[in-house]
């Protein structure tokens, strides 16, 4: 993350994504397929790397790290071969980011959920940041209900963050600077929804 200033001289907080060329790897249509859906290629891979069925699919586009498919309402407009560029976007647009968020290993109650603990008094000792009863007898017959919130492994989820705005879109050296922030570390992969 970074900062820029706008035209009135506030900070603004801005996430920088370096954004290479998508490149359309496959149309699918509803004649050969049964729905419209274009699958893209992004990033880089050792062609060493691929399988056979890769390669093949892949031929003359290149090798790409992921392929990612998306449905679409009517048939598609573009070809195998073009490139869908950061220029795509432009200053002011509201985007959705998706992502797959930090992990933070096996937490407690409270920083997971939220919980505020036990009190100190009436003779409690260790009860700060216990979660308490978790039900059994009448409610759930004897047994831990399913989804109850209780201390395990956080984070490591896709993410969506909605409605962000897209502050600045530097075309020749591929950035779009986001404001707020995204979900992951530094070099994940994030999907851009206009």
Not at 61 to 68: A, D, N
Not at 93 to 118: C, P
């Amino acid at each position: 993350m970074s900062q820029i200033w706008d035209e009135r001289g506030r900070s603004v907080p801005v996430t920088l994504l370096a954004v290479s060329p998508n490149v359309i790897t496959q149309v699918k249509t509803k004649e050969t397929d049964g729905y419209d859906a274009v699958q893209v290629g992004f990033g880089v891979r050792k062609a060493k790397n691929l399988t056979k069925p890769e390669k093949g699919h892949m031929k003359t586009l290149g090798s790409f790290q992921i392929l990612k498919e998306w449905r679409l309402a009517q048939a598609a407009t573009e070809k195998v071969g073009d490139k869908i560029e950061v220029s795509v976007f432009k200053s002011g647009d509201i985007v959705a980011v998706s992502g797959i968020s930090k992990g933070k290993g096996f937490q407690g109650v409270v920083k997971r959920h939220g919980f505020h603990g036990g009190s100190r008094t009436h003779g409690q000792k260790h009860s700060e940041r216990e979660p308490g009863a978790i039900g059994g007898r009448g409610r759930a017959g004897g047994r831990v209900s399913l989804g109850m919130r209780m201390a395990g492994r956080m984070g490591g989820e896709r993410v969506t963050v909605k409605n962000l705005e897209v502050a600045q879109v530097i075309p020749d050296e591929n950035l779009i600077l986001l404001k707020g922030a995204v979900p992951g570390r530094r070099g994940s992969f994030i999907e851009i929804r206009g």
